[in-house]
């Protein structure tokens, strides 16, 4: 059965502080997507990146990174030089291609507080 | 904007009763799902739908059933309410599925389901 933790339940930063969110997955699957959406106050899910499970590079997006190792099937995320805007619950998400359907799989969330 | 309508934004209803949201997908997706979170089960997937016809369902309990029609809308019909139901309810979307690929689910607004 897959599964996702994130360890972290809330984290509170100044403004332009890195933030770096955990997430470790479990799977059985060796094809597998995992997944970053962010909630914002306003309630939304916010679609942010998505990565195979062949895909090991680590890249940048403006101001988002993340750092994918499957030795250790962890898939953080960095948010760089934080801004107030950034303030939101985020949830790290697993999806196994082999799977009939495409449900993901969330984690419990992780509240970053972004203070001016 | 993701693009994917949700109706209505909130409901108050009373136990026993029955209650119908309704979620318009992304102009061009096949694939609509049905997510609820909850305070203590988090973001948990209920069930997906391809083109008119049930793909994958997870923990959705019998009281509730879902479909999606002709015009791709779906709609989750939750009855016998209970007041655990009380939840904020999401629908997604995404294109239609690949083999091997796990399409990006593009998330609505919510439904936020208050149970009195």
């Known amino acids: 059965a897959q599964k996702v933790t994130q360890a972290q339940t809330e984290i509170s930063v100044v403004e332009k502080e890195d933030v770096t969110l955990d997430c470790v997955y479990e799977?059985?699957?060796?094809?597998?997507?995992l997944f970053w959406y962010k909630q914002p106050p306003s309630g939304e899910l916010v679609f942010l990146i998505r990565?195979?499970?062949?895909?090991?590079q680590n890249e940048i997006s403006g101001r988002y990174s993340w750092n994918f190792q499957k030795s250790t099937s962890s898939f953080n995320f960095t948010i760089t030089a934080s801004q107030v805007v950034d303030s939101a619950v985020y949830f790290c998400?697993?999806?196994?291609?082999?799977?009939?359907?495409?449900?993901?799989?969330f984690g419990g969330g992780t509240r970053v507080l972004v203070k001016p | 904007d993701s693009g994917v309508t949700q109706t209505p934004k909130h409901l108050i209803t009373a136990t026993g009763q029955r209650v119908t949201l309704r979620c318009s997908p992304r102009?061009?997706?096949?694939?609509v799902y049905w997510y609820q979170q909850s305070l203590d089960q988090g973001l948990q997937f209920l069930i997906q739908?391809?083109?008119?016809?049930?793909?994958a369902k997870g923990n959705i309990l019998e009281r509730f059933s879902a479909q999606q029609f002709p015009d791709l809308h779906s709609e989750l019909n939750l009855s016998s309410l209970e007041l655990g139901d009380s939840a904020l309810y999401f629908c997604?979307?995404?294109?239609?599925?690949?083999?091997?690929?796990?399409?990006?689910?593009?998330f609505g607004a919510g439904t936020r389901l208050s149970v009195l």
């Open positions: 990565r195979n499970s062949f895909d090991e």
């Open positions: 998400a697993l999806s196994e291609a082999g799977a009939a359907g495409n449900k993901l799989t």
């Open positions: 739908y391809y083109n008119g016809e049930e793909r």
């Open positions: 997604a979307s995404s294109v239609a599925p690949q083999p091997g690929v796990q399409n990006i689910q593009y």
């Open positions: 102009s061009g997706d096949l694939s």
């Open positions: 799977t059985r699957d060796t094809t597998y997507y």
